[in-house]
């Protein structure tokens, strides 16, 4: 028997980016009640929200001052209300953001936490430098150095990630307290459950130096630790298995052994792999190389034999836009798109479509670093400079990799600002609104995102398709073969990653194709996927 998060299509919201209603150029609670029925329409299930408590915004969100509360950009608690209640009425569940790992560092907790009398001082990992030096070697996930000096407190501050984001001391056990009270808000509220960011690191094991990697040390000391299993039981046992609800481990470098240990006794109900997203990158998510869908359909099929219950997804707001990554923006920009969907939605595990996605939106066309918003960006820009890459390489790298590729407005319309805003956009609508937008595919029948409502429907009335066994049938330079399999049937997708015809030679009646054939006869076309019933 499935769950209901085993049978729903997730659908990510980033808010500030998905639609303004009241013209200030900042997407809101109120835009995203005005398009439920569009995501209705199409078959989501259950929304996720990143983040839309209180924030700085010094990471859009992602370093939260008020758990408790809504961000007065996005509107107000009742207006959350609202959402939740007409979200319900169609019925799809709502899923919110959980940043635990860090706070903002205007969050009143650390505020307090700088006073080293405080109460709230341990809420926080302080330490003395070593003379002139931070207290260890650990880099941070933004570039530099993972300590901030404080000069208030005379001491380091530890933040795995910006410097406006310091962590959380998970060995003070009131911190632990304060997020069960968070889940218990949310969850009374209504709330289905969690996409709990970067929830694998919350626990260190110790402060000591971090031997040598590329980037990142100090990981061993921090990644997966025994801490951390322990706290996320804590929290099943405590607050979650009162409530209906799943939550999804955003979880940095694992592996699929490390999965399982989260899943065995449902410290986590599904967890996000990083490994498929590393079939464009060498080494470093900032050195992009040539795509190999081999490497994206090894690391796929590997997650998919490994791990029972998987969430899939080929896009978030961190990442660069799918189609522009593994598929074409050119010519087969719309039959890569599709091969993409039925990727996504053929796969074991619970699907998510991340706002856009669903239009086969591709990255941004900026054309400078003033245009850019996202403050990993800068840093890398900033370090790439010191580290001495001429200009036009630095520009490269924030090209293929920058998260605003991810967070520029979806593109609802032709109109003024592709119906994102009346006023001016927070940040710059893709210049190929106009031939890349909601209005101009809602009705069109071939259109990208009707092939998307089409294969979500085809998952929600398959079982094969939703829980059979997943099978590895061909992994070749371009072509990527399996089948789903359940009492005896079975389904066979073919997916030809490339801009070539390819002989695949099998054999079955068409379900669906991107290139809508009757029949299959053994012939791929550019980016053609197929579903075949054996
Ligand atoms: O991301 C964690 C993370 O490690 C990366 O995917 C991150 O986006 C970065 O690219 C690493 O180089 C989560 C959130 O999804 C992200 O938006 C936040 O910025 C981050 O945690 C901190 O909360
Ligand atoms: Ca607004």
Redesign the pocket.
């Known amino acids: 028997m499935l769950k209901w998060w085993q049978e729903r299509v997730v659908y990510q919201i980033w808010p500030r980016s998905f639609q303004d209603s009241n013209g200030d150029g900042i997407g809101d609670l109120q835009g995203i009640i005005s398009r439920l029925d569009e995501l209705k329409d199409l078959g989501v299930g259950i929304i996720w929200l990143?983040p839309i408590y209180p924030s700085p915004n010094v990471?859009?969100g992602?370093?939260i001052s008020d758990y408790k509360a809504i961000n007065p950009e996005f509107g107000t608690m009742e207006d959350f209300h609202q959402l939740l209640a007409e979200a319900e009425k169609r019925d799809i569940k709502i899923v919110m953001d959980l940043?635990i790992?860090?706070t903002s560092d205007q969050h009143p907790w650390f505020q307090q936490s700088r006073d080293r009398t405080s109460p709230y001082r341990d809420y926080y990992i302080w330490r003395p430098g070593r003379g002139r030096k931070p207290p260890n070697n650990w880099g941070s996930?933004?570039g530099g150095p993972a300590w901030t000096y404080d000069e208030q407190s005379g001491e380091y501050y530890l933040h795995?990630?910006?410097k406006n984001?310091p962590d959380l001391n998970y060995r003070n056990p009131r911190v632990l307290e304060e997020v069960k009270e968070v889940l218990r808000f949310w969850l009374d509220k209504g709330v289905a459950g969690f996409r709990c960011?970067?929830i694998n690191i919350i626990w260190k094991s110790s402060l000591a130096n971090g031997k040598w990697r590329p980037a990142l040390k100090g990981l061993e000391h921090y990644l997966a630790q025994e801490g951390c299993h322990r706290i996320l039981r804590e929290l099943r046992r405590e607050v979650l298995d009162s409530y209906d609800c799943f939550t999804v481990g955003?979880t940095?470098f694992i592996t699929t052994k490390m999965a399982n240990e989260f899943l065995r006794s449902r410290e986590l109900d599904m967890v996000f792999s990083?490994e498929h997203m590393a079939a464009d990158e060498l080494l470093l998510?900032w050195f992009k190389t040539k795509f190999k869908p081999e490497r994206l359909a090894r690391a796929l099929t590997k997650w998919q034999l490994e791990v029972p219950w998987n969430a899939n997804y080929l896009e978030?707001?961190?990442?660069p836009r799918s189609v522009s990554r593994f598929g074409d923006e050119g010519e087969f920009w719309e039959q890569s798109a599709k091969l993409l969907a039925v990727l996504l939605l053929t796969l074991k595990g619970t699907p998510f479509i991340y706002q856009g996605q669903e239009i086969g939106m591709t990255n941004f066309d900026f054309t400078g670093m003033d245009q850019i918003k996202d403050?990993?960006s800068h840093n890398v820009y900033r370090l790439a400079k010191r580290l001495g890459f001429p200009a036009s390489a630095r520009w490269k790298l924030i090209k293929a990799s920058s998260?605003d590729n991810a967070r520029t407005p979806v593109q609802w319309n032709a109109g003024p600002n592709a119906g994102f805003t009346t006023g001016t956009p927070w940040i710059g609508v893709n210049s190929n609104y106009k031939r890349i937008n909601l209005e101009a595919q809602l009705h069109d029948p071939h259109s990208v995102r009707s092939f998307y409502k089409r294969l979500i429907a085809l998952r929600a009335s398959s079982d094969i398709l939703k829980a059979g066994a997943f099978e590895a049938v061909q992994i070749s330079r371009s072509l990527f073969v399996y089948r789903r399999k359940m009492d005896g049937n079975s389904l066979l997708v073919l997916l030809n990653f490339s801009k070539e015809e390819a002989a695949a030679p099998y054999r079955g009646e068409v379900v669906l194709s991107n290139y809508e054939r009757p029949s299959y006869t053994g012939r791929l076309q550019p980016y053609e996927a197929v579903v075949l019933q054996e």
């Open positions: 990143s990471d859009y992602y370093d940043v790992n860090h996930f933004f795995l990630f910006a984001q960011d970067v955003e940095v990083f998510k978030n707001h961190d990442q403050i990993e998260r």
